[in-house]
């Protein structure tokens, strides 16, 4: 039973290569964060090796040895998948997968299968592969072993050699519709009421996130302390601004989520300006944000979106952090907000 949800073209078409025995040697799994491209190489790794009929059963011993990263034919490497030595603790953050890590895929993958039917090795985050880690993989891609199977797993196709993006078949996930994913909170995981709205508008159409943060509440609280620090800031002096972005300067990852959440607000913002509240994102705050939209002006507001926008795209293409985010309070309008600039948090009761 496949696990992946609404992907249902991808799986005719894993479908029907599973039955024809026509499946390529490597894909490239392209999404947003938590659309579900880590579920489908699974369900792909579990029908390859499903010891039933009707692959993947979910049930078999294989297909529960692969869910529980167990099996022995199944290796997951990437930047939140580090296999640590032990006796050794990590000692820095791992910022992108090292040419080691993809010589022990090469190593491994000339082996044949010591438990199941196949061998599939799942990159996940490829983006992140180091220049000489890309160019080793692309001797495997070339050559390809018999009975493995490569999974490239990407936000941003972008940022891979195009020599490794032309010798995978490229498999693009698409976000569910908002409504989809909030049907599939209420009915199958029992989020109810304007949670189940908010969380479903916030996910933008990746469901994976929307089951995580309804689970832990982490999420939303980190939303709304991000938020609320950003409400001073539009009357803030330059000296509290820059103070303020210097804490994220050392961290790129969280400076591109902080930058993501501004956004969503800003476009927000101009939606309510152009009176179109019922595509906003954050529902639970309208009465902020219109008081925002009373506050500024279009291009105002247009034009720190774009600020944004070009910001996000520096960060990805290793900008220095600390001076993209003072470029970004240098351009932010300043204003002053009526009303107390609050944002409410929904949690579980």
Not at 275 to 281: V, Y
Request: glycine fraction near 6%; proline fraction near 4%.
């Amino acid at each position: 039973m496949w696990r992946t949800i609404g992907q249902s073209s991808i799986l005719a078409l894993f479908g029907n290569g599973l039955r024809t025995g026509n499946l390529a040697h490597a894909y490239l799994f392209v999404g947003p964060p938590h659309v579900g491209k880590t579920t489908l190489a699974l369900d792909l790794a579990q029908a390859l090796n499903c010891q039933e009929s009707n692959q993947p059963c979910g049930k078999c011993q294989s297909c529960l040895r692969i869910v529980n990263g167990k099996h022995a034919d199944v290796t997951i490497i990437g930047l939140n998948h580090n296999s640590h030595k032990k006796g050794q603790a990590e000692t820095r953050t791992q910022t992108e997968i090292s040419i080691d890590e993809i010589r022990g895929i090469q190593r491994n993958a000339s082996l044949p299968p010591f438990e199941g039917k196949c061998k599939v090795f799942i990159i996940d985050g490829a983006e992140y592969l180091s220049l000489e880690a890309a160019n080793c993989l692309l001797k495997i891609l070339e050559e390809p072993p018999p009975r493995v199977i490569l999974l490239l797993l990407a936000a941003d196709e972008a940022r891979l050699l195009p020599t490794v993006v032309s010798r995978c078949q490229l498999v693009e996930l698409k976000p569910m519709s908002i409504v989809e994913v909030e049907k599939m909170l209420v009915n199958s995981h029992g989020v109810t009421g304007d949670k189940s709205r908010l969380l479903s508008r916030l996910s933008e159409g990746c469901l994976g996130w929307a089951l995580m943060a309804s689970i832990d509440d982490i999420h939303l609280q980190q939303r709304t302390q991000r938020l609320s620090a950003l409400h001073p800031l539009l009357k803030a002096s330059w000296e509290e601004r820059f103070n303020y972005v210097a804490q994220f300067e050392s961290d790129r990852k969280l400076a591109q989520e902080l930058i993501k959440l501004w956004l969503t607000w800003w476009r927000d913002i101009m939606l309510v300006k152009c009176d179109c509240q019922e595509s906003i994102i954050n529902v639970d705050s309208l009465p902020v944000i219109e008081e925002w939209a009373k506050a500024l002006n279009l291009i105002e507001i247009n034009d720190f979106i774009g600020c944004l926008q070009t910001s996000l795209d520096q960060i990805s293409l290793n900008a220095n952090v600390r001076l993209v985010l003072e470029v970004i309070m240098l351009n932010m309008p300043k204003k002053e907000i009526v009303g107390h600039g609050t944002v409410s948090m929904l949690c579980n009761p």
